[in-house]
Structures are given as C-alpha cells and as structure tokens.
C-alpha cells in the first residue's frame, strides 16, 4: 500500500503520521484480540464494563500510550478504548480542554 493511499484511507498524512508513531512505539494492543477494545456487536452494560476495565488496564502499561492519545484526540474514534480512554471519554476530554 502507498503512503499516499495510507494517508487518504486514515484521513490525511497527519493521521497516517501518528498511527504510524503508534506502531513504532510497539503497541501492546497489536497482541491482544481486538474485541477487548472494540467490543462485541451486543454486550450487557456489566459486560461493556468488564472489557473496557480490562482493556484500560493494558492500554496503562503500554509503551504506545503517549502515542495513541495523540492518534485518538486527531481522530475522535466514535467507539472503543484508545489511551486507556473510552471514546465517550476521549470526547470529554476534548471538550474539557477546548
């Protein structure tokens, strides 16, 4: 795949840029099943609770943390647990500091 292409695809070269930090930063995240961080279709709220505590927990010791904050601020996921942050969290945040 092209850098341009990558680019277009993640919402432009800045975008690209920092999930590319992320990567190189060794995410602990690449190891681990992506539902813990994205969530199965339908889950009780317990459920939701449960995964994203544990999906928190392993974004808070890993070495991409910096970074994927960076990427999930630029990007505003809609969904999910980015930097140890749900998104509803990550959308807070932003307004918190806006």
Same mark, same amino acid.
Do not use: K, S
């Given at each position: 795949m092209t $850098? &341009? /292409?990558?680019a277009a695809l993640l919402g432009g070269e800045r975008q &690209?840029? /920092? /999930? $590319?930090d992320v990567a190189d930063a060794g995410p602990a995240c690449q190891l681990a099943d992506a539902d813990l961080f *994205?969530?199965?279709? *339908?889950?009780t709220d317990s459920e939701r609770r449960e995964r994203e505590a544990s999906a928190k927990a392993l974004c808070? #010791?890993?070495? $991409? /943390?910096?970074?994927?904050l960076a990427y999930a601020v630029a990007t &505003?996921? #809609?969904?999910?647990?980015?930097a140890a942050l749900t998104a509803d969290e990550l959308r807070a945040l932003k307004a918190e500091v806006a």
């Open positions: $850098a &341009a /292409l990558m &690209a840029g /920092l /999930l $590319a *994205i969530g199965p279709d *339908i889950e808070r #010791r890993c070495p $991409a /943390l910096t970074e994927c &505003a996921p #809609r969904y999910g647990v980015w």
